[in-house]
């Protein structure tokens, strides 16, 4: 059963820093990998997407990172903004199945 | 687009009451997911449609859930009855396999089972 970990549960980081958050997997046959963001009372906002095949995605600020063999993703956040302060999870979609197993999520806050 | 569009936002009902909810997915996706997010649990799949058809409900949680797809546009998620244990916010979302299946969620119905 694939297990996935976010750590830390949370984290605070004053603004214009650069930060990473890590999501780590147990079981390396996925299909894809995604990470959301939520904002208090909100849905999940789709942030980028990682397939299996690639190493790495940018939008904007945002690059995320896969390494399958290690088990482990990371979002980079570059020049932290305050409007950056949300949850932020990882998903993975094993191979064969469109099932996606969440992450326990990282709460960001960026103090200005 | 607008997204997914769900209704109602906030249910507030009492114990034994039917509760419907409703999902509207992004135009032409062919995937759509029901899941509910707690405290206790985090973000769990309930369900999800293919072009309509259910191809997984192992995570409905028991027989007083059902979900419905009665066509592209549309789907539903009932309770009956509600208990106070069902109180969740749920999500709707959908995906579109030629875009990696990546899902988009709608903003969620928080529901109150007093």
């Known amino acids: 059963k694939q297990e996935v970990t976010q750590i830390p549960a949370a984290l605070s980081v004053p603004e214009g820093e650069n930060l990473v958050l890590n999501c780590s997997f147990t079981?390396?046959?996925?299909?894809?990998l995604q990470w959301f963001r939520q904002d208090p009372g909100k849905g999940l906002t789709s942030l980028l997407l990682?397939?299996?095949?690639?190493r790495e995605q940018t939008s904007g600020r945002l690059n995320a990172s896969l390494d399958k063999s290690s088990g482990r993703s990371t979002l980079y956040i570059a020049a932290s903004q305050p409007g950056d302060s949300a949850t932020y999870l990882c998903?993975?979609?094993?191979?064969?199945?469109?099932?996606?197993?969440f992450g326990t999520g990282t709460r960001l806050t960026i103090i200005p | 687009d607008a997204g997914v569009i769900q209704s109602p936002r906030h249910e507030v009902t009492e114990m034994g009451q039917e509760v419907t909810l409703r999902c509207k997915p992004i135009?032409?996706?062919?995937?759509l997911f029901w899941y509910r997010q707690t405290m206790m649990r985090g973000l769990e799949l309930l369900i999800y449609?293919?072009?309509?058809?259910?191809?997984?409900d192992s995570g409905m949680p028991e027989d007083r859930f059902s979900a419905k797809m009665p066509n592209a546009s549309f789907s539903t998620l009932k309770i009956q009855p509600s208990e106070p244990r069902d109180s969740a916010v749920y999500f709707c979302?959908?995906?579109?396999?030629?875009?990696?299946?990546?899902?988009?969620f709608g903003p969620g119905t928080r529901l109150t089972v007093l």
């Open positions: 079981d390396s046959a996925i299909y894809n």
């Open positions: 449609f293919n072009n309509n058809v259910p191809i997984d």
């Open positions: 990682i397939q299996s095949s690639q």
């Open positions: 998903a993975l979609r094993a191979l064969g199945n469109e099932k996606l197993t």
């Open positions: 979302a959908s995906s579109y396999y030629r875009s990696g299946n990546e899902q988009f």
């Open positions: 135009s032409g996706h062919d995937y």
